[in-house]
């Protein structure tokens, strides 16, 4: 043969399958240009110059690691698709005369063509838009800095070698499949599955019980902490109960609606939910990918753009003052010092100071079961773990000037989330509950609004100090000490607040034996919405790449079930259905699979919502109004886009089996 019949064979089967190759390839270029872009920014030298760049690049890190993993699964996933509709195309040569060597060697000049092409343009695509996404990122995470044009070395071969990797791979597994087919078997390939499945009950339950198992540890979770490790449990459970409804509890439905026959026996239905039936097989794993990943979408967006936009409250629960320092078993002596180093910073710096906030406390966890508390150094478990702060009520009145009188043994207590009752048991001694306070105007605890925290008002010092030689004998080398804790608020410009606290943190330092920690808002506002915005722009980016696979599958089903079904639909118009009649069963047809996935997703979002709110509290969000109405606001822009793909969808649909 002449040597350029298999480049002009391959060139030619990409142009005759540019219906099913140009969406493949549009998938390719994106995946290269977003991976490249990802790994250029998470080892960008200039981001070490900006605060908080650690955690911005840890961030972006992880975004490549998902987006190259993401990346080998789904194009190995669209190559089946591809390799579905060309089995037939292969069969045929086969038939004819070629060999399975030639028709390999014509794979592999796809391949390559592809390959060469896609990675190329990805790069050139990815060159030419990283400047670009790089100012977009600067103005998401609130930083600006000078940029120069530069191509990153490492990213292109990182990404040369990636995508080189995962076309062999395909390769490697299109080869095995036709080595592996007799030319019979390849002509029938994409009909394969059209015997009806049967309904596989085992496999409905425990596609019911572990979806319902998903729901409830989301819907039962209280604490933020349990919520960390329970979170992916419930991702896992969710998933696996996705995947088994919708490949066999759908089966068993479309069988339950065969048996209703005033539903089944009318023209639309019968014809939809029969072809439904036969190919449910290959159906319900695109439906269940469609519908995990509308649901990775929806969290994503939802929980990023909410911790974006509530970056402000953040804020203000972590940093409640412009500064705070805490000293740790002070003498009265070293807080006198402390307190001196800080008067002599601010009237050196003619700052004025205002909100001024200062106590001592005991602070420490323990397990609540029922009404009592309790405290056990060796538990590892985090289930019921509480924060427990103390305070006398000499200095309770001193700093609210409240005036209270309490008993022996009894408190005033507020509860950070929910309320306890009229009593409680610590250390062997029950604590009488004079006053539940509805809020605690010591807010220094309140950034640590992970726990459920109480605030415990006790009669005097000696109750105090009975209770810290208790859990100093309980906890041992891990027990709390007494601290002192100072707050207040500056007036001033940014720059000379962190100014102050450097000098504050200076003369700290020159105290003798002092253990303190210090913070400042003004120093950690901008790895803050470093952090934040670079949460909003990996969930942007990595929102796009799920948004565009989920698009490219529901395109390729259709696509795919629409050959499928012309010769079938054509069989209908002969035996006398009308056109209008085959294109209301088309509509019934699309309708109940297209929007499935998204009503399945949506049901997620709304079992998952709780336990998303717990993991929101562990970044300092609580504003749970505010992330309702994103997750509200990205179901609905989801869902019109999902839309205009059903209307696009559905017209290349009907004109192929018309």
Same mark, same amino acid.
């Given at each position: 043969?002449?040597?350029?019949?298999?480049?002009?064979?391959?060139?030619t089967?990409?142009k005759?399958?540019s219906?099913?190759?140009?969406?493949?390839?549009l998938?390719?270029?994106?995946?290269?240009?977003m991976?490249?872009?990802?790994?250029?920014?998470?080892?960008?030298?200039g981001?070490?110059?900006?605060?908080?760049?650690?955690?911005?690049?840890?961030?972006?890190?992880?975004?490549?690691?998902?987006?190259?993993?993401?990346?080998?699964?789904?194009?190995?996933?669209?190559?089946?698709?591809?390799?579905?509709?060309?089995?037939?195309?292969?069969?045929?040569?086969?038939i004819?005369?070629?060999?399975k060597?030639?028709?390999?060697?014509?794979?592999?000049?796809?391949?390559?063509?592809?390959?060469v092409?896609?990675?190329?343009?990805?790069?050139?695509?990815?060159?030419?838009?990283?400047?670009?996404?790089?100012?977009?990122?600067?103005?998401?995470?609130? $930083?600006?800095?000078?940029?120069?044009?530069?191509? !990153?070395? !490492?990213?292109?071969?990182?990404?040369?070698?990636?995508?080189?990797?995962?076309?062999?791979?395909?390769?490697?597994?299109?080869?095995?499949?036709?080595?592996?087919s007799?030319?019979?078997?390849?002509?029938?390939?994409?009909?394969?599955?059209?015997?009806?499945?049967?309904?596989?009950?085992?496999?409905?339950?425990?596609?019911?019980i572990?979806?319902?198992?998903?729901?409830?540890?989301?819907?039962?979770?209280?604490?933020?902490?349990?919520?960390?490790?329970? $979170?992916?449990?419930a991702?896992?459970?969710?998933?696996?109960?996705?995947?088994?409804?919708?490949?066999?509890?759908?089966?068993a439905?479309?069988?339950?609606?065969?048996?209703?026959?005033?539903?089944?026996?009318k023209?639309k239905?019968?014809?939809?939910?029969?072809?439904?039936?036969?190919?449910?097989?290959?159906?319900?794993?695109?439906?269940?990918?469609?519908?995990?990943?509308?649901?990775?979408?929806?969290?994503?967006?939802?929980t990023?753009?909410?911790?974006?936009?509530?970056?402000?409250?953040?804020?203000?629960?972590?940093?409640?003052?412009?500064l705070?320092?805490?000293?740790?078993?002070?003498?009265?002596?070293?807080?006198?010092?402390?307190?001196?180093?800080?008067?002599?910073?601010?009237?050196?710096?003619?700052?004025?100071?205002?909100?001024?906030?200062?106590?001592?406390?005991?602070? $420490?966890?323990?397990?609540?079961?029922?009404?009592?508390?309790i405290?056990?150094?060796?538990?590892?478990?985090?289930?019921?773990?509480?924060?427990?702060?103390?305070i006398?009520?000499?200095?309770y009145?001193?700093?609210?000037?409240?005036?209270?009188?309490?008993s022996?043994?009894?408190?005033?207590?507020?509860?950070?989330?929910?309320?306890?009752?009229?009593?409680f048991?610590?250390?062997?001694?029950?604590?009488?509950?004079?006053?539940?306070?509805?809020?605690?105007?010591?807010?220094?605890?309140?950034?640590?609004?992970?726990?459920?925290?109480?605030?415990?008002?006790? #009669?005097?010092?000696?109750?105090?100090?009975e209770?810290y030689?208790?859990q100093?004998?309980?906890y041992?080398?891990?027990?709390?000490?007494?601290?002192?804790y100072?707050?207040?608020?500056?007036?001033g410009?940014?720059?000379?607040?962190?100014?102050?606290?450097?000098?504050?943190?200076?003369?700290?330092?020159?105290?003798?034996?002092?253990?303190?920690?210090?913070?400042n808002?003004?120093?950690?506002?901008?790895?803050?919405?470093?952090?934040?915005?670079? $949460?909003?722009?990996?969930?942007?980016?990595l929102?796009?790449?799920?948004?565009?696979?989920?698009v490219?599958?529901?395109?390729? #089903?259709?696509?795919?079930?629409?050959?499928?079904d012309?010769?079938?639909?054509?069989?209908?118009?002969?035996?006398g259905?009308?056109?209008e009649?085959?294109?209301?069963?088309?509509?019934?047809?699309?309708?109940?699979?297209?929007?499935?996935?998204?009503?399945m997703?949506?049901?997620?979002?709304?079992?998952?919502?709780?336990?998303?709110? #717990?993991?929101?509290?562990?970044?300092?969000?609580t504003?749970?109004?505010l992330?309702?109405?994103c997750?509200?606001?990205?179901?609905?822009?989801?869902?019109?886009?999902?839309?205009?793909?059903?209307?696009l969808?559905?017209?290349?649909?009907?004109r192929?089996?018309?």
């Amino acid at each position: 043969m002449n040597n350029l019949f298999y480049p002009r064979m391959a060139v030619t089967n990409i142009k005759k399958n540019s219906k099913f190759y140009f969406p493949y390839f549009l998938t390719c270029i994106s995946t290269v240009t977003m991976f490249y872009i990802m790994h250029m920014i998470s080892i960008n030298k200039g981001l070490s110059k900006m605060p908080g760049a650690g955690s911005l690049k840890t961030v972006m890190g992880f975004g490549t690691v998902v987006i190259g993993i993401f990346s080998t699964i789904f194009l190995f996933y669209t190559n089946s698709f591809l390799m579905k509709r060309r089995k037939k195309e292969l069969g045929l040569y086969n038939i004819l005369g070629m060999e399975k060597k030639h028709i390999a060697k014509i794979l592999l000049l796809e391949t390559m063509i592809t390959a060469v092409g896609t990675i190329t343009i990805g790069l050139l695509s990815g060159i030419v838009l990283s400047k670009l996404i790089f100012l977009i990122l600067f103005k998401v995470i609130n $930083f600006s800095v000078p940029l120069n044009f530069f191509i !990153s070395t !490492s990213s292109l071969v990182g990404t040369v070698l990636l995508f080189t990797g995962i076309f062999f791979v395909t390769l490697l597994w299109n080869l095995l499949q036709i080595t592996m087919s007799k030319p019979i078997e390849l002509l029938k390939g994409g009909n394969i599955g059209e015997r009806e499945p049967k309904s596989k009950v085992l496999i409905t339950i425990i596609g019911l019980i572990t979806l319902g198992a998903g729901y409830f540890i989301a819907l039962t979770t209280e604490s933020p902490l349990d919520a960390i490790p329970l $979170f992916f449990v419930a991702v896992v459970l969710v998933i696996i109960g996705t995947y088994c409804l919708f490949t066999s509890g759908s089966i068993a439905l479309l069988k339950m609606l065969r048996k209703n026959k005033n539903y089944y026996y009318k023209t639309k239905n019968f014809v939809s939910v029969s072809g439904m039936i036969y190919r449910m097989k290959q159906n319900a794993v695109g439906l269940a990918n469609i519908c995990i990943l509308s649901t990775m979408v929806l969290v994503m967006l939802s929980t990023t753009v909410s911790l974006y936009i509530g970056v402000e409250e953040q804020l203000e629960n972590r940093y409640p003052k412009d500064l705070a320092m805490t000293l740790y078993q002070p003498t009265e002596e070293e807080i006198t010092l402390a307190l001196q180093a800080v008067k002599d910073t601010v009237d050196r710096n003619h700052m004025p100071i205002n909100n001024l906030l200062d106590y001592r406390y005991l602070s $420490f966890v323990a397990k609540k079961v029922g009404d009592t508390f309790i405290t056990d150094r060796e538990a590892n478990s985090m289930d019921n773990l509480q924060k427990l702060f103390f305070i006398t009520e000499d200095e309770y009145t001193r700093v609210t000037g409240e005036e209270i009188h309490l008993s022996e043994n009894e408190v005033l207590i507020h509860s950070s989330n929910g309320k306890m009752s009229d009593h409680f048991n610590l250390f062997n001694k029950e604590y009488r509950i004079l006053q539940h306070l509805s809020s605690f105007p010591l807010r220094g605890e309140y950034t640590s609004i992970v726990l459920n925290i109480h605030y415990i008002v006790v #009669k005097d010092q000696a109750t105090l100090n009975e209770i810290y030689e208790n859990q100093l004998e309980a906890y041992s080398d891990r027990a709390s000490e007494y601290q002192y804790y100072l707050s207040f608020d500056m007036e001033g410009e940014k720059e000379e607040k962190i100014d102050i606290y450097r000098e504050v943190v200076q003369e700290l330092r020159e105290i003798e034996d002092v253990a303190f920690s210090i913070e400042n808002r003004q120093s950690m506002e901008d790895e803050i919405y470093v952090f934040y915005g670079g $949460f909003l722009f990996l969930g942007l980016f990595l929102g796009t790449l799920f948004l565009m696979a989920t698009v490219l599958i529901i395109y390729y #089903k259709q696509i795919s079930e629409g050959y499928d079904d012309k010769d079938r639909f054509e069989i209908m118009q002969k035996v006398g259905m009308s056109l209008e009649e085959v294109k209301n069963s088309v509509k019934s047809q699309i309708i109940k699979v297209f929007f499935l996935p998204l009503m399945m997703a949506i049901i997620h979002i709304i079992a998952a919502f709780k336990m998303i709110t #717990k993991l929101l509290a562990v970044m300092n969000l609580t504003n749970i109004p505010l992330f309702m109405i994103c997750t509200v606001a990205t179901i609905l822009i989801f869902g019109l886009i999902y839309g205009v793909v059903y209307s696009l969808t559905a017209k290349v649909y009907y004109r192929i089996v018309s």
